[in-house]
């Protein structure tokens, strides 16, 4: 069972604002931080934590005498923030590590500070000395009373802000004010840990705008292949979808997503929004996989169906169709991902330095951001996503959508040839789409659950 009293006063050791209370009576130990407040109270063998942040509480069960203390000693010194998790709502806390010794550890910056108070304290009392010797003479001590006080005052300020801008860790954990943003170096080594997190290989699409595509290669727009056995996609007024694009899974590098045969496409509905629609449904687009192709199949057999293609149709992104190449590049996490805040924040903890109170985002510099954009993909598969807007997913859906199936941007600069006059693709206006899917169906070769967005 903790010792609240015992816990108490060892957090007063360390307590120069008078942040730290304890009822005797009521065995109620509270303290005040700058963005988080607290109060344990024993309970039978247990101790409740009630914790208010930003106005919420939460209450966190806990018996660990060593534990209760970190919380709060962390919540004292402006370091802690409540971590509250989608699944549990719990403070964040340490990894029980036996018992914990709370320490200063020195910073470049505290250790400057802490130089410069002593220096004004010595100087304070070379002036009293001073004073005193002139006072004994009659001669003047104004000047002298004046430079004492200011040295003595300017190195209490300064030794106490060393004291605040020190690092408090216990044992092998070190937490930084989350009020102050990381030095640059350290800035450098969270986005370096960020970039090895996220690091993975993406599929570039170019397109080729010499070559004429067939039924059953790889292409953006055109005639779709199409397995006759099947029903042809249809919106939720029963017309005909267009091919968007199709992609011969025996044309594409080597990958551990997706087959090595068959076909994928995507398919959308040739309206004004470009099958978007904000209902929830799935009404406006559709993503096929065919296990294998029949080769047999005519173009004029697919005609038959009564279908409308990029080739004529107006109300579509794309005009013509293009001919593709594939290339396995590396890439980063994009900016935009709606995810990174948290990998940079995961990151960051890593290192003990908890970024509760700024966009994680805002650590970087232009430079490492314009890195983190440049890896980024017009038209691929995998990888990750780049919008014009903002990730339409959200922190939610973006755990359940969590892979980029395929990203097409605009492209209308230099595309016409003399069987395509006007070939372009423009979302909008000049905007992007993408379709993502969750990794476990991918797995499966399910795509009945496909989130699709376009942008401009």
């Known amino acids: 069972m903790a010792d609240l009293k015992k816990i108490y006063k060892q957090l007063k050791r360390y307590d120069n604002e008078d942040r730290t209370d304890y009822d005797e009576k009521q065995g109620k130990l509270e303290v005040f931080g700058d963005y988080i407040s607290a109060s344990a109270v024993q309970n039978g063998q247990v101790t409740e934590i009630y914790v208010n942040y930003e106005e919420d509480d939460y209450t966190l069960m806990e018996d ?20 509250i998790s989608e699944e549990n709502d719990k403070l964040l806390q340490l990894k029980r590590s036996g018992k914990v010794r709370i320490r200063r550890k020195v910073t470049g ?51 106490r802000q060393s004291i605040r801008m020190s690092e408090m860790t216990f044992d092998e954990y070190t937490f930084t004010r989350v009020d102050r943003i990381p030095e ?23 397109l080729d705008l010499e070559r004429i595509p ?51 496409q995507f398919f959308i509905a040739p309206d004004q929004s470009y099958g978007r629609y904000f209902d929830g449904s799935n009404d406006g687009h559709k993503v096929v996989y065919h296990s ?38 590396r890439v980063y996490m994009t900016p935009e991902d709606v995810r990174i805040n948290e990998v940079i924040k995961d990151a960051s903890n890593r290192m003990g330095i908890y970024s509760e109170t700024y966009n994680a985002i805002d650590l970087f510099s232009e430079e490492q951001i314009g890195l983190l954009k440049d890896s980024g993909i017009c038209h691929g598969m995998f990888g990750y996503p780049c919008f014009i807007q903002w990730d339409p997913r959200g922190e939610t859906e973006a755990k359940k959508y969590d892979v980029l199936l395929f990203q097409l941007g605009s492209e209308w600069k230099n595309t016409d040839s003399e069987i395509y006059p006007g070939r372009k693709i423009m979302w909008g206006d000049a905007g992007v789409c993408q379709f993502f899917i969750n990794q476990y169906a991918l797995s499966k070769l399910d795509f009945s659950d496909v989130l699709y967005n376009w942008e401009c």
Request: glycine share 10%; with cysteine; hydrophobic share 45%.
């Open 64 to 83: 660990g005498e060593h534990d209760i203390f970190s919380i709060m000693a962390g919540i004292l010194d402006g370091s802690m923030t409540a971590g």
């Open 109 to 159: 910056g505290s250790a400057a500070a802490m130089l410069t108070g002593v220096i004004l304290l010595l100087l304070c009392v070379v002036m009293i000395a001073v004073f005193s010797a002139a006072a004994a003479k009659g001669g003047p001590t104004a000047l002298f009373a004046v430079i004492s006080g200011i040295s003595l005052i300017g190195g209490i300020i300064l030794i």
């Open 184 to 206: 640059n170096d350290t800035i450098k080594r969270i986005f370096q840990a960020v970039c090895e997190k996220t690091r993975t290989d993406a599929i570039e699409i170019k």
């Open 214 to 264: 067939t039924m059953f290669s790889s292409k953006i727009g055109g005639v779709p292949y199409w397995d006759l056995s099947k029903p042809y996609p249809t919106d939720g007024n029963g017309g005909k979808m267009v091919m968007l694009a199709q992609f011969n899974l025996a044309e594409l590098p080597e990958n551990n997503k997706l087959p090595n045969k068959g076909m994928l």
């Open 292 to 329: 294998d192709i029949d080769e047999s199949l005519t173009e004029e057999q697919v005609w038959k169906l009564g279908i409308s293609t990029s080739l004529e149709n107006e109300c579509f992104p794309v005009s013509g169709e293009f001919a593709v190449d594939f290339e396995v590049i």
